[in-house]
Structures are given as structure tokens and as C-alpha cells.
């Protein structure tokens, strides 16, 4: 008889999942068939991803979207593509449990946000910087811009500036897709080139 895989083997799915609690998260494809693979791998594997997929289309808007467009246009081109068994087939049908509620949409707290940049312990020029940083991050499209760019990677020259823009952005991020997939697509892959540099010191 075919032995199961372990049940902490799952722990690894679990967090992999988080990827599709953010909001259009990159290359749909490539995530959407490492899930079919694995789910492909035997039917504990195939249940735990069904199981996955049933709580995240619980979740908030965001994750639901997510999730929901993935089976609606990603799922069934992925199982060709990995030519998995037919008992694996069927994830793009998974539901979300009747019984269970949907999340809460977050809100975003700017109040509390404006307030950890007003408390954040520097001065002068690198107060500026910070300030300039939020006045980027609450304008629709700032951080897409050059302008609004530069002013994060300012801001998070001295020690205490990034950990007060980290606390500021904790407020709102969950509740602006917009603002997530900005620092993700446009600002974080510009520090984690300039980190890579000879001669940045990273």
C-alpha cells in the first residue's frame, strides 16, 4: 500500500498560500501550476489544497478575487500542462464551506498612519524624507511615479526612519491593494538592485 506523505508535510502549502492572500500576485501561471503539482502528488496532497483553496474563498475580497481567478482561468490550462492524474482534476470547482463566514474587508487607519510618521524620532533632513515618503504613499499611483520611488528609497537611508514608515504603512496596507502591489512591483525590486551593487555595502 502506498504510503501517505506525512501530515507536517503540508506545513510548506500552508505557507505558500499566503501568496494568493495578496492582491494579483505575479505570474499566476508559474503559482498556479507548483499547486497542481503538488496537489497531484497524492490524495492527502490534492485534499489539503482543496482544503486550502475552501478557506481562502472565505477570505476578504481581495483573497477571494485572487483565488477566484485563478480557477476561472488558470487551474484547467495547468493540469494539461502537468498532466496530472484525473482523480486530481477538479480544483477549479472547489467552493467556499457554506457554513463558514466571510472575512471582513480591512479598513485602513490613515489617522494612525499619519500619526507614526508625526511620532517618529528623527529630525531635519531626515524628517523630511520620511514625510515626503508617506505624502508618496497616500497619493493614488505616487510610488508608480520616479518621484515617489525616490523619496521611499530616501527615507530608508537611516535606521529609524524605515521602522517608522514600517509601522506607518502596517495601518493601511492590508485595506490598499493599490499601495501593496506599488511597493512590491516597483519599489522593493529597485532596493533589492541597488542592494546587489558592488559597493553598496548589502
Do not use: C
Amino acid at each position: 500500500m502506498a504510503r501517505s506523505w506525512p501530515v507536517y508535510s503540508n506545513r510548506p502549502l500552508d505557507v505558500g498560500l499566503t501568496v494568493l492572500r495578496e492582491p494579483a500576485p505575479p505570474d499566476p501561471p508559474a503559482i498556479t501550476r507548483v499547486l497542481v503539482r503538488y496537489a497531484d502528488t497524492s490524495q492527502n496532497q490534492r485534499s489539503a489544497v482543496a482544503g486550502g483553496i475552501r478557506v481562502l474563498l472565505a477570505g476578504p475580497t481581495v483573497t477571494r478575487t485572487t483565488v477566484a481567478r485563478l480557477q476561472q482561468q488558470e487551474i484547467k490550462v495547468a493540469e494539461v500542462q502537468v498532466d496530472v492524474r484525473p482523480t486530481t482534476r477538479g480544483l477549479h470547482a472547489v467552493r467556499k464551506d457554506p457554513a463558514e463566514r466571510l472575512t471582513p474587508d480591512p479598513t485602513a487607519n490613515w489617522d494612525e498612519f499619519a500619526a507614526e510618521i508625526d511620532t517618529a524620532p528623527v529630525t531635519g533632513p531626515t524628517l523630511v524624507a520620511l514625510q515626503r515618503a508617506a505624502a508618496a504613499s497616500r497619493v493614488s499611483g505616487g510610488l508608480t511615479a520616479t518621484q515617489g520611488r525616490d523619496a521611499i528609497h530616501e527615507a530608508l537611508g537611516p535606521p529609524a526612519s524605515p521602522r517608522a514608515l514600517e509601522a506607518a504603512l502596517i495601518h493601511v496596507l492590508p485595506a490598499t491593494p493599490n499601495l501593496f502591489t506599488a511597493l512590491r512591483d516597483h519599489v522593493l525590486p529597485e532596493l533589492y538592485r541597488t542592494a546587489s551593487l558592488p559597493g553598496s555595502g548589502a
